[in-house]
Structures are given as structure tokens and as C-alpha cells.
């Protein structure tokens, strides 16, 4: 069953590299706009449930944008945002953002620990497994899989997408396995595992 499970991550990432990376000097040009919410070079959203886009992962960044563009991940904010983008574009934005570095956060000492063991060892009682098997133990995510740099991001944003996914309202790129993961955290379990994050490095 394991390498069943290898097997599959190994051929979605495979498959997903094949796309070819984006130009990130083109994705330059296009990145003006985002800065409004996301702030320069997307590391400074103006409100703390905006995400920050910098060094997310090209792969994940551009499924993501994909999925917004097409529909499959609705968010108001983002309603018109992507109309006209053709996939190269939408690659070569991603190629832009993954080049630009992820501010840290800071945790909260009060949380840290708690944070820190559900992030690195899950909670075997309620089956969720740990974050840092597909993020990687410092956040930086897998990039042939698909999986997202974590490290850095804004707590706030972490909880309310980790609570989007727990009441399924959040789809795209990927989401039933975070559907299913979220579905077993409480919700002192997301405030802790999100503020750990955000300090994650």
C-alpha cells in the first residue's frame, strides 16, 4: 500500500513538472496588480486572510491559479482577476512569486508547543497525520508533488483555510486530502498548528 501511495505522489508530481517552468520576468510585468492585496512581491497581504504569495512552490502556486481561473476554487476577492490569463501566464506568475522569499511570522510562545507536536507528529488518536510528511519538517513543501512552502505564512490565513477545508467549502488543486485532514482537527488544533507555521523555518 505504501508504495502504492509513492507510486501515485511520484507520478502526479512527475506530471505536473512536465508543464515546464514559467518565465519569472514575464510573471514580473503581470505582478503589479497582485500587490494590492498581496503587497510587493507578495510577501505583505493588507489584511491577514489574504495569503502571502511568495516562494509557495511554482507547482502548487500555478494549480492554484488554474483552479481559480477555471472555477474550480472560488474566492470573491479574486472574481475577474484571472479572466484572459492563458496557462503560460498563469506559469510564468507562479515562476515569479516562487522566486521571492517568505517572510517569517512570529509564533506564539503559548502555542508553540502544542503547535509544534501536531505539525511534526500529527495526533495518532484522531488519525491526522503529521503536516510536515508532505510539507516538509522546516515548511518548505515538495515541490514535485505539488505541496505548498508553509513556512511563514500568516497564522490567520493558515486557520481560515485549514477551517475552509474542515467544512468542505474550500475545492481545487488537491483539496480532498485536506478536506479529510482538516475534518479530524479541533479548533484548538488549528490555532496552535497555524501559529507554529507561521513561525516555521
Known amino acids: 500500500m505504501k508504495k502504492l501511495i509513492a507510486g501515485v505522489v511520484l507520478g502526479v508530481g512527475l506530471s505536473m513538472t512536465a508543464h515546464g517552468a514559467g518565465d519569472p520576468e514575464a510573471g514580473e510585468t503581470q505582478a503589479a496588480a497582485c500587490a494590492a492585496c498581496h503587497g510587493q512581491a507578495g510577501t505583505a497581504p493588507v489584511m491577514g486572510v489574504y495569503p502571502k504569495l511568495a ?3 511554482e507547482t502548487y502556486f500555478y494549480n492554484q491559479l488554474v483552479a481559480i481561473r477555471d472555477g474550480d476554487r472560488e474566492i470573491p476577492e479574486m472574481t475577474g482577476q484571472l479572466d484572459g490569463k492563458s496557462d503560460e501566464d498563469l506559469r510564468d506568475l507562479a515562476a515569479y ?3 521571492q522569499e517568505m517572510p517569517l511570522g ?6 508553540a508547543d502544542q503547535g509544534e507536536a501536531l505539525y ?4 495518532l488518536a484522531s488519525g491526522v497525520p503529521a503536516c510536515a510528511a508532505c510539507h516538509n519538517p522546516q515548511g518548505k513543501g515538495n515541490e514535485p ?3 505548498p512552502h ?3 505564512q500568516s497564522a490567520e490565513y493558515v486557520a481560515k483555510t485549514l477551517n475552509d477545508y474542515r467544512d468542505a467549502s474550500r475545492g481545487g488543486y488537491k483539496s480532498q486530502i485536506m ?3 482538516a475534518s479530524r482537527l479541533t479548533d ?4 496552535a498548528v497555524a501559529s507554529y507555521i507561521s513561525g516555521l523555518h
Open 188 to 191: 484548538e488544533e488549528i490555532e
Open 106 to 111: 512570529q509564533a506564539n510562545p503559548e502555542l
Open 179 to 181: 478536506v479529510d485532514i
Open 120 to 123: 511534526r507528529g500529527g495526533n
Open 97 to 99: 512569486f516562487n522566486q
Open 55 to 57: 516562494g509557495l512552490g
Open 145 to 147: 508533488a505539488g505541496y
Open 150 to 152: 508553509l513556512g511563514g
